[in-house]
C-alpha cells in the first residue's frame, strides 16, 4: 500500500460510486422493458456469439475483454492487431508499409507492457530487439476467441503491466457435432484500383471436427490461405521540424508555436502479401483425466515496394559566432562590405565571428566550421536555408514471418486434488533474404546553381500536405529526371528468430470452509533469440549501365504517376521492381564486395533470458464473495552477446557478453460479488512489471554510417544498467448482464509505474555532412501515472415490439489521463504524458439481427498519444484516428451464408503524426483507401 497515494484512494471511491450508479438506473430500465417481453428468448446467430463472449468475461476472475470467433469475422479486420482495436481500452499502432494494424497497446501501455499467449503459450516474439508481438503474420482467421485480461491473478504470468493477450484456437468438444466449414471471400481496394495497381484480395479456410471413441476423442483442424494487394500513399517530413531562431543542441527547449520544415517525402507503396497457415487440437476427455495436443502455424509472405521522393532543403556551412549566446548580430546579408577571391568580405569583427582562415577578415572562407539550417551558427541566427536537394529512390519491402506453437498437457483429478500441466515450444522467425534499394540524387550538383541558390519554403491550405514554394528556375525539377545522377544502391539480408520452451505445472486442492481451495504452481521459460544482418554488396557500379547513369537514361523508369493524396502533388517517375534487381545484380556480378569481419558481425546479436517463477494463492468464498489472494516470484536471469563497436578508430570493437539477474515479488488480490445471476463487482490491488527489452540491456553499441561517405550518422547503445518498470495497479469495476446477449459495465483503474522504460534519442551536432550524428540509448524514467473510466455496453433489444426487436448497440469507450516524469534533466518539472497513453478511445456499432439478416455498422476512434520522444522536448505525436466500418450478412439457411464488407468508408488515414501535438507540423501522414469484400460461409 505505501504506493498507493491518497489521490489514488479519493479516485478508487470515485470509481465505485462511478459502478454503481448507472448500472442501477439501467437495471431499473431493463425491469421495466422486461414487463412487455417474452419470457424465453432463443438467441441465435451474432446475439449468440455475443452470448458466449459475454459468458466468459463474466464467469471470469479477472477484468477480461473476449472477441468471439464470430465478431473476429464480423468486420473485414486484416489481422488480430486491427481485430483487437475493437476491444475497450486497446489501441493499435499501424505499419506505415502496408496500412494494417501491427502492434497492440492497452490502456495506454505498448506493446512491450504486455504479455501474449497462444492457448495459454507464450508465442515467441521475432523483433530483434522488442516485446511486443508484431500480429502482421496472425490472419483472424481459425481463432475461436481472444481473450484481454487487465488484471492479474499470481497464476499468471507477471511481466504484463498493461494487460495479457491469449489467442484461443477451437478443439473438437467445441462443437455439438462433427462439423465442416468452408470460409470464402474476395474484395478489392479502391486506391490500388485507381492507381492502375493491382487490387484484389481473396481468403479461404477450412474447419473440421470429429468425436470418436464414444466421444472421448476429439480431432479439430483448420486451414487458410489469403493473398491481398496493398497500395498507400503518405507525406513524411525530411528532417525535425526546426524554430525559427538558432538551437544549440537537441536537448534544449524551443519555441513550439514557429518551426521550419526542411522537407519531406513522398511515398508510394504498393506490393502484395500472402498469409497461410492453421490449428489443430488432440484432445481426450476421460473420467478423471483430460489430455490435449495443441498446434498452430501462420506464414507471411510479403513482396513490396516503396518509391520515394525526397524534396527538402540542405544545411550549408555557416559563419560561427565567437560567442554562441549574442543575439546582437546582423544578418550576414546585411554585413557584405565587398567581394574578392574569397568571395563575400563582411564588416564582421573577428571578436564577433570565428576567423577559420586566419586572415584578421570576415569573408565566406570562414563559413567552414558548421552545417547549419540558419543564417548564423549562433544566437543571432535564424532560419535561412541556401541550398535544396531533389531525389528519387527506390526501395523493396520484402519481409518473411513464421510463428509455430505446440503444446501437449492435461489436467487429471485425483480426489481434492487437480494437476494441470503443460510442455509448450514456440517458435518465430521474421527477416528477408535481400534487401535492396536505388537511389538517384542532385545532391551531388554542387555547383549547379538551381540547388545552391536557395532552400525551400513550405506553405499549405492543409498541414497535411505541404506544398514546395520554389523559384521559378526550379519549379519543374519533379519533371526532371535527367537533373539527377546516380548515388548509390545497396543489397544486403537479415534475420531474426526467437526460440521459446516453457514447462508448468500447477496444482489446486479443494478445501472445506471459507478457503474453497488453495493453488500452488511452478514455470520455467527458456527464450533464445538471434539476430543476424549480413552486408551482400556496397554499391560499386563500375563498369555498369548504372555508371554516370542519370534516372531518365537508367532504364529503370516504369512509368510516370500524375498525382497522389487527392491530386495534391504531382509525383512523377516510379521504378520497375524488375529492372532494378536485374541491374543491381549485375552490378553486383561485375564489382563483387568483400566484407570484414566487422562488417559481417557488427549488427549481429543472440542471448538467452530463463526465466523460473513460482506462485501460491488461496481462494476464499463469504457467502456470494469470492477473495483471491496470494503472491508470485520470478527470477530472471539473461546473457546477451552483442557487438560493440570502438567509436575511435576500431581497433578494440568485438563482441561483448553480458549477464545480468533480478527477481520480482508480485502480491496481489482480487475480490469478486456476485449478489445475484445479473451483477458481478469486481475489485483488484495487484502488481506487476515489466522486464527491459532484450537488447537493451546489452553493452553493445551499434554504429551507423552513411553508405557513400562512411561518416558516422548514428549512434545506438545499450543501458546495461536498465532496471525492469514495476507497477502497482488498483482497478474497480461493476457488471450488469439483464439478459445473455446483453451486458453493461464500468471499470476505474490506475497505475502507478517506477522506472518505467524509453528510449529517447537525440541529434548532436557534429562536423559531418548531415551536420548531426543521431544518439539513442534506452533510460528508465521516474514515476508514471495513469488513471481512467472505461465503460462497455452490449445490448440487444430482442423481445420488443417490431421494428426495434431486430436492432441492438455496441458501445465501448475509455478515458483516461496519465502523467510520466522521464528524469531527462531538460525535461525537468515537465511531466509530459505516458508514451502511447491517448487520453480518449471509443467504439460504436449498430446491429441487427432479423429475417436472416445481420448487420453492423462500426465506427471507431483512437486519441491522440505520444508515440515517442523527440528532440527539444517537443515529441512525435499520433493523431486522432477515425474509421467507419460495415458488415452484412444474410443466412440463406444454417448453412450458408453471403457477407458484405466495407472498411475505412470515410476513406481516412490509418496513420498521421506530428512534431509536436498540434496538427500543423506535419511528420507522418499515410493513406490505405477502402477495401470492399464478399465473404461466403458453408457449413454441415
Known amino acids: 500500500m505505501s504506493?498507493?497515494?491518497?489521490?489514488?484512494?479519493?479516485?478508487?471511491?470515485?470509481?465505485?460510486?462511478?459502478?454503481?450508479?448507472?448500472?442501477?438506473?439501467?437495471?431499473?430500465?431493463?425491469?421495466?422493458?422486461?414487463?412487455d417481453a417474452p419470457t424465453e428468448v432463443v438467441v441465435t446467430g451474432q446475439r449468440l456469439q455475443n452470448a458466449n463472449a459475454i459468458s466468459q468475461q463474466k464467469k471470469a476472475t479477472a477484468v477480461t475483454n473476449v472477441i468471439s470467433a464470430d465478431d473476429l469475422g464480423k468486420?473485414?479486420?486484416?489481422?488480430?492487431?486491427?481485430?483487437?482495436?475493437?476491444?475497450?481500452?486497446?489501441?493499435?499502432?499501424?505499419?506505415?508499409?502496408?496500412?494494417?494494424?501491427?502492434?497492440?497497446?492497452?490502456?495506454?501501455?505498448?506493446?512491450?507492457?504486455?504479455?501474449?499467449s497462444m492457448n495459454g503459450v507464450r508465442v515467441a516474439l521475432t523483433d530483434s530487439d522488442s516485446r511486443r508481438m508484431s500480429m502482421t503474420v496472425l490472419p483472424p482467421n481459425g481463432l475461436k476467441a481472444i481473450s484481454v485480461s487487465k488484471t492479474l491473478t499470481p497464476d499468471m504470468d507477471g511481466d504484463a503491466?498493461?494487460?495479457?493477450?491469449?489467442?484461443?484456437?477451437?478443439?473438437?468438444?467445441?462443437?455439438?457435432?462433427?462439423?465442416?466449414?468452408?470460409?470464402?471471400?474476395?474484395?478489392?481496394?479502391?486506391?490500388?484500383?485507381?492507381?492502375?495497381?493491382?487490387?484484389?484480395?481473396?481468403?479461404?479456410?477450412?474447419?473440421?471436427?470429429?468425436?470418436?471413441?464414444?466421444?472421448?476423442?476429439?480431432?479439430?483442424?483448420?486451414?487458410?490461405?489469403?493473398?491481398?494487394?496493398?497500395?498507400?500513399?503518405?507525406?513524411?517530413?525530411?528532417?525535425?521540424?526546426?524554430?525559427?531562431?538558432f538551437r544549440l543542441n537537441s536537448e534544449e527547449a524551443i519555441d513550439e508555436k514557429s518551426m521550419y520544415l526542411p522537407g519531406i517525402d513522398?511515398?508510394?507503396?504498393?506490393?502484395?502479401?500472402?498469409?497461410?497457415?492453421?490449428?489443430?487440437?488432440?484432445?481426450?476427455?476421460?473420467?478423471?483425466?483430460?489430455?490435449?495436443?495443441?498446434?498452430?502455424?501462420?506464414?507471411?509472405?510479403?513482396?513490396?515496394?516503396?518509391?520515394?521522393?525526397?524534396?527538402?532543403?540542405?544545411?550549408?556551412?555557416?559563419?560561427?559566432?565567437?560567442?554562441?549566446?549574442?543575439?546582437?548580430?546582423?544578418?550576414?546579408?546585411?554585413m557584405i562590405t565587398g567581394t574578392g577571391a574569397k568571395g563575400n568580405t563582411y564588416g564582421y569583427t573577428t571578436s564577433q565571428i570565428v576567423d577559420t582562415d586566419g586572415d584578421g577578415f570576415i569573408t565566406d572562407a570562414d563559413r567552414t566550421s558548421s552545417n547549419s539550417y540558419w543564417s548564423l551558427y549562433g544566437r543571432s541566427g535564424v532560419w535561412d536555408p541556401k541550398a535544396f536537394q531533389f531525389a528519387r529512390s527506390f526501395q523493396n519491402q520484402d519481409q518473411v514471418s513464421d510463428l509455430m506453437t505446440l503444446n501437449a498437457g492435461g489436467i487429471t483429478h485425483a480426489d481434492?486434488?487437480?494437476?494441470?500441466?503443460?510442455?509448450?515450444?514456440?517458435?518465430?522467425?521474421?527477416?528477408?533474404?535481400?534487401?535492396?534499394?536505388?537511389?538517384?540524387?542532385?545532391?551531388?550538383?554542387?555547383?549547379?546553381?538551381?540547388?545552391?541558390?536557395?532552400?525551400?519554403?513550405?506553405?499549405?491550405?492543409?498541414?497535411?500536405?505541404p506544398l514546395a514554394q520554389l523559384p521559378a528556375y526550379a519549379a519543374n525539377v519533379d519533371h526532371r529526371d535527367d537533373l539527377l545522377p546516380f548515388d548509390g544502391a545497396y543489397f544486403d539480408k537479415d534475420r531474426q528468430s526467437d526460440a521459446r520452451t516453457a514447462l508448468k505445472l500447477d496444482a489446486t486442492y479443494q478445501m472445506t470452509g471459507f478457503i474453497d481451495h488453495i493453488k500452488a504452481g511452478f514455470k520455467y521459460t527458456k527464450s533464445e533469440r538471434k539476430y543476424d544482418y549480413t552486408p551482400l554488396w556496397d554499391g560499386n557500379v563500375d563498369g555498369t549501365p548504372l555508371e554516370d547513369s542519370t534516372l531518365a537514361s537508367s532504364g529503370l523508369v516504369e512509368r510516370q504517376i500524375e498525382g497522389i493524396d487527392h491530386g495534391t502533388y504531382y509525383y512523377g517517375s516510379i521504378l520497375s521492381r524488375s529492372a532494378v534487381e536485374n541491374a543491381i545484380r549485375a552490378a553486383m556480378a561485375a564489382n563483387p564486395s568483400t566484407f570484414s569481419k566487422a562488417d559481417l558481425d557488427s549488427d549481429d546479436k543472440h542471448g538467452t533470458e530463463t526465466i523460473t517463477a513460482a506462485y501460491a494463492l488461496a481462494d476464499m468464498r463469504f457467502n456470494d464473495l469470492q477473495v483471491l489472494a496470494g503472491i508470485r516470484v520470478?527470477?530472471?536471469a539473461v546473457e546477451n552477446t552483442a557487438w560493440a563497436e570502438d567509436e575511435d578508430n576500431g581497433n578494440n570493437s568485438g563482441f561483448l557478453t553480458y549477464k545480468k539477474g533480478y527477481n520480482n515479488v508480485l502480491p496481489s488480490v482480487t475480490a469478486v460479488w456476485r449478489p445475484d445471476s445479473r451483477f458481478v463487482y469486481r475489485g483488484a490491488l495487484w502488481t506487476s512489471f515489466s522486464r527491459p527489452e532484450y537488447g537493451n540491456i546489452s553493452q553493445g553499441v551499434s554504429i551507423g554510417r552513411d553508405p557513400t561517405t562512411h561518416e558516422i550518422i548514428s549512434v545506438s547503445r545499450g543501458n546495461p544498467d536498465l532496471k525492469p518498470a514495476q507497477a502497482v495497479n488498483?482497478?474497480?469495476?461493476?457488471?450488469?448482464?439483464?439478459?445473455?446477449?446483453?451486458?453493461?459495465?464500468i471499470t476505474y483503474f490506475q497505475k502507478v509505474i517506477h522506472d518505467f522504460i524509453f528510449t529517447n534519442g537525440s541529434s548532436v551536432s557534429a562536423n559531418t555532412q548531415e551536420g548531426t550524428i543521431e544518439y539513442s540509448q534506452p533510460k528508465n524514467g521516474q514515476k508514471a501515472t495513469i488513471s481512467g473510466v472505461e465503460l462497455n455496453v452490449i445490448k440487444s433489444f430482442e423481445g420488443l415490439g417490431a421494428p426495434f426487436d431486430g436492432f441492438g448497440v455496441e458501445f465501448n469507450v475509455t478515458s483516461q489521463n496519465s502523467e510520466a516524469e522521464t528524469g531527462l534533466d531538460y525535461r525537468k518539472g515537465r511531466p509530459i504524458p505516458f508514451i502511447q497513453s491517448p487520453d480518449l478511445n471509443y467504439n460504436a456499432a449498430l446491429t441487427y439481427q432479423k429475417y436472416g439478416f445481420e448487420a453492423k455498422l462500426a465506427y471507431q476512434y483512437q486519441g491522440a498519444y505520444i508515440e515517442d520522444l523527440r528532440d527539444n522536448a517537443?515529441?512525435?505525436?499520433?493523431?486522432?484516428?477515425?474509421?467507419?466500418?460495415?458488415?452484412?450478412?444474410?443466412?440463406?439457411?444454417?448453412?450458408?451464408?453471403?457477407?458484405?464488407?466495407?472498411?475505412?468508408?470515410?476513406?481516412?488515414?490509418?496513420?498521421?503524426?506530428?512534431?509536436?501535438?498540434?496538427?500543423?507540423?506535419?511528420?507522418?501522414?499515410?493513406?490505405?483507401?477502402?477495401?470492399?469484400?464478399?465473404?461466403?460461409?458453408?457449413?454441415?
Open 3 to 35: 504506493f498507493i497515494t491518497k489521490t489514488s484512494l479519493m479516485g478508487a471511491s470515485f470509481g465505485a460510486l462511478l459502478c454503481a450508479l448507472p448500472l442501477t438506473a439501467f437495471a431499473q430500465a431493463e425491469t421495466l422493458a422486461a414487463a
Open 75 to 116: 468486420l473485414p479486420d486484416a489481422n488480430a492487431a486491427d481485430a483487437l482495436a475493437r476491444v475497450p481500452g486497446v489501441n493499435v499502432v499501424v505499419n506505415q508499409e502496408t496500412g494494417e494494424g501491427e502492434y497492440v497497446a492497452i490502456r495506454g501501455f505498448g506493446g512491450t507492457f504486455n504479455s501474449y
Open 161 to 245: 503491466i498493461g494487460g495479457a493477450v491469449n489467442f484461443v484456437t477451437p478443439n473438437a468438444f467445441d462443437f455439438r457435432k462433427d462439423t465442416v466449414r468452408v470460409f470464402a471471400s474476395y474484395g478489392i481496394n479502391d486506391r490500388a484500383e485507381g492507381q492502375g495497381e493491382k487490387d484484389g484480395n481473396a481468403q479461404i479456410q477450412i474447419d473440421g471436427s470429429h468425436r470418436f471413441e464414444n466421444g472421448k476423442w476429439g480431432v479439430f483442424g483448420s486451414i487458410n490461405y489469403g493473398k491481398s494487394n496493398y497500395h498507400n500513399e503518405e507525406t513524411e517530413n525530411d528532417g525535425e521540424w526546426e524554430p525559427y531562431k
Open 266 to 334: 513522398l511515398d508510394y507503396r504498393r506490393g502484395s502479401q500472402e498469409r497461410y497457415g492453421g490449428n489443430f487440437s488432440i484432445d481426450y476427455h476421460g473420467d478423471d483425466t483430460q489430455l490435449y495436443l495443441r498446434g498452430q502455424y501462420s506464414k507471411l509472405n510479403r513482396v513490396g515496394t516503396n518509391d520515394y521522393t525526397d524534396e527538402r532543403s540542405r544545411p550549408t556551412a555557416r559563419l560561427t559566432q565567437v560567442n554562441i549566446d549574442d543575439t546582437s548580430l546582423l544578418q550576414p546579408e546585411q
Open 416 to 465: 481434492a486434488l487437480t494437476l494441470e500441466y503443460d510442455l509448450s515450444y514456440s517458435y518465430g522467425e521474421k527477416g528477408s533474404d535481400g534487401n535492396f534499394g536505388i537511389g538517384y540524387n542532385c545532391d551531388k550538383c554542387d555547383t549547379d546553381p538551381m540547388f545552391t541558390s536557395t532552400g525551400i519554403l513550405w506553405s499549405s491550405f492543409d498541414p497535411r500536405f
Open 634 to 636: 520470478e527470477h530472471t
Open 730 to 745: 488498483l482497478d474497480l469495476s461493476a457488471e450488469y448482464y439483464p439478459d445473455a446477449s446483453s451486458m453493461v459495465s
Open 874 to 940: 517537443v515529441d512525435k505525436w499520433v493523431q486522432p484516428n477515425k474509421s467507419l466500418d460495415l458488415h452484412t450478412r444474410y443466412n440463406f439457411s444454417k448453412q450458408l451464408a453471403v457477407d458484405f464488407d466495407a472498411q475505412n468508408i470515410l476513406d481516412g488515414h490509418r496513420y498521421y503524426t506530428t512534431k509536436g501535438k498540434s496538427p500543423s507540423y506535419q511528420k507522418d501522414y499515410m493513406e490505405p483507401g477502402r477495401n470492399f469484400i464478399v465473404r461466403l460461409a458453408y457449413s454441415y
